[in-house]
């Protein structure tokens, strides 16, 4: 059951509305993404790339600058050991392109998924050592190879890392936090202790965007040039779920205006194969087409197809590659449904159901959907899901987490029943012996603190607004927010006691409902959903009058633009 909750932050709405020139709804909107200041009202509204961080303000990026300059000048080998989801594609893309342009000698490497796990390995390490590699350079992996990089170190070899995952800790008795550094010979990750930059919520390909940028700029190359790189490093931002705050945002904005007109081969030829050509690109895009085609080469084969496509310059080689991973992406959705009915069926007939902590083993699933699986169990239930899967060795799974639920800290309060763990407060990756699978469970349940509240999905709605108050200079306006995501989420507006009436249903699975919404003063507009046609009708049958949460948009038709309700829930 949602709970439905009305935003109640206060503001002069209309004195920013007046300010800003914005209608004062949009100064509401705005007030509930918790910009207060004129100067942060502003950023948010007219922000451009020279709003930016600079890079210098990371710790550790002169270090490794410094080193990195001196390595390509005496042309020492420089080997790329980036990761194989989305955020490690475009990291590993970004530095390989940036180096090479500063004339570096530089290759890649990226861990398989199956074999080698997350992150730098210790064979990744010696395969690079028996090719003659100087210089290692990681890219969103490497803060926690706290082993990898000693044995690095040991046989002779430079180790640089770029990172931004949590730095690996424990609690001591005392109640005090130790936290593990590798011994690295430059260490970039703007979660470290004593970072002072001032945004900490930016991924891997931000990170390498940044260090491109410093190495540019002391190298006497136009910074014009690192332009062609933020169209990865927002691609890099969204498949990541990061925030869309501050200059993420910013990035976002600019990368997908220039993913529209890209000149990479490969990433045409993506965009191409998924109906995407010639159209406006959002975020959703990024998050649910372009970024699952890119996951899946990682998923269900290597990552390094998906690099290829955005390295090649053959549009014809580019269109073979782009049409493999969307080939991948059919495949990987089959096999996730099904996983996800082998997980539900598990909760729904097992104890499980009475756990807050959700720990579902799937031993046939292939490992790399773990994570998806995760996320899907945890919309349905609304608690924290880790799903596990069985490895070579032992087990290895991926978790998904809830707001109110921090999954690196609690994973933390596990560690002696785990073989290996990392991640975020939303999300985290595990491996553990399979004896110690319903001990991890018992322990996480125990230490839940999550109360029935908790988990129950709340919709946070921004502006109780008649449907009548909306029109298309108000739609334009609200569009001046996006890009839309995490952190920052698409406006929620509510209207109650709406009759609904004129169903008509569409789409060859029936998924789609057009309506005519009426309120109480006689006020009608159109409205559409998407979802279970058949299950809609059924259930608005049941009552006459209803609450609705909506988004408007404009619909064009044959020239004439008109407004078009999208519900999005009812009670």
């Known amino acids: 059951m949602e ?113 080698d796990g997350y992150g730098i390995s210790e064979e990744l390490i010696r395969l690079a050592d028996e090719a003659g590699v100087d210089t290692i350079l990681t890219c969103d992996n490497g803060i926690s190879a706290i082993e990898q990089v000693a044995y690095a170190k040991s046989l002779g070899m430079t180790v640089l890392i770029t990172d931004h995952h949590e730095i690996p800790y424990e609690e001591q008795a005392d109640g005090s936090i130790r936290t593990f550094m590798p011994a690295a010979d430059g260490v970039v990750n703007p979660k470290q202790e004593g970072c002072s930059y001032p945004f900490k919520g930016i991924c891997g390909g931000m990170v390498a965007f940044k260090v491109i940028c410093g190495l540019y700029e002391k190298m006497g190359i136009p910074q014009k040039e690192t332009e062609e790189f933020i169209q990865f490093a927002a691609i890099a931002t969204v498949g990541d779920v990061m925030d869309l705050k501050d200059e993420n945002r910013i990035l976002v904005k600019e990368g997908l205006v220039r993913i529209r007109d890209t000149e ?87 104890r499980l159901k009475n756990d807050r902590v959700l720990v579902i083993y799937l031993p046939d699933c292939h490992e790399s959907l773990a994570g998806i699986i995760a996320g899907r169990i945890r919309e349905r239930y609304t608690r924290p899901t880790f799903v596990l899967t069985k490895a070579e060795e032992g087990v290895k799974g991926s978790g998904r987490s809830i707001e109110s639920y921090h999954m690196f800290q609690e994973l933390v309060k596990c560690r002696e029943l785990l073989s290996k763990f990392g991640g975020h407060p939303m999300a985290a990756g595990l491996s553990l012996p399979e004896e110690n699978i319903e001990a991890f469970r018992k322990k996480l349940n125990e230490n839940c603190v999550l109360t029935q509240e908790d988990m129950v999905e709340k919709i946070v709605i921004d502006v109780p607004m008649p449907m009548s ?36 249903i569409f789409g060859k699975n029936r998924n789609v409902v057009k309506m005519l919404l009426t309120d109480e003063f006689g006020f009608s507009a159109e409205g559409i959903w998407f979802g279970d046609g058949d299950e809609f009708l059924h259930k608005i049958r049941k009552k006459e009058h209803w609450d609705i949460i909506y988004y408007p948009a404009v619909n064009a038709f044959r020239g004439r633009e008109s407004i078009e309700m999208t519900v999005q829930s009812l009670r």
């Open 3 to 115: 709970k439905w909750v009305v935003a109640a932050k206060s503001a002069d709405f209309q004195g920013i509305g007046k300010k800003f020139g914005i209608d004062p709804v949009i100064a509401r909107l705005i007030r509930n993404r918790d910009l207060i200041t004129e100067e942060e009202i502003d950023r948010y509204l007219h922000g451009k790339l020279s709003s930016l961080h600079h890079w210098s303000l990371l710790k550790g990026m002169d270090r490794l600058l410094e080193i990195l300059e001196d390595k390509i000048l005496n042309k020492k080998k420089i080997r790329i050991i980036g990761d194989y989801d989305i955020d490690g594609i475009c990291s590993t893309y970004i530095l390989l392109q940036g180096l090479k342009r500063a004339g570096a000698v530089a290759d890649v490497d990226i861990p398989d998924r199956m074999k």
């Open 264 to 350: 990479n081969e490969g990433l045409k030829a993506l965009l191409r194969v998924n109906n995407l050509e010639d159209r406006e690109i959002s975020a959703y895009h990024i998050g649910f087409i372009i970024g699952p085609c890119m996951n899946a080469s990682g998923r269900l084969s290597t990552a390094k197809r998906a690099l290829n496509l955005l390295l090649t310059k053959d549009p014809k080689e580019a269109s073979v590659l782009a049409e493999d991973l969307k080939a991948l992406n059919d495949s990987r959705k089959d096999m996730t449904a099904k996983g996800v009915e082998q997980a539900v069926r598990l909760v729904e007939n097992t």
């Open 469 to 504: 108050y909306v029109t298309i200079p108000l739609i334009r306006q609200i569009s001046q927010l996006e890009p839309f995501g995490k952190g920052n989420t698409k406006p929620v507006f509510a209207q109650k006691n709406m009759k609904i009436t004129g169903c008509r």
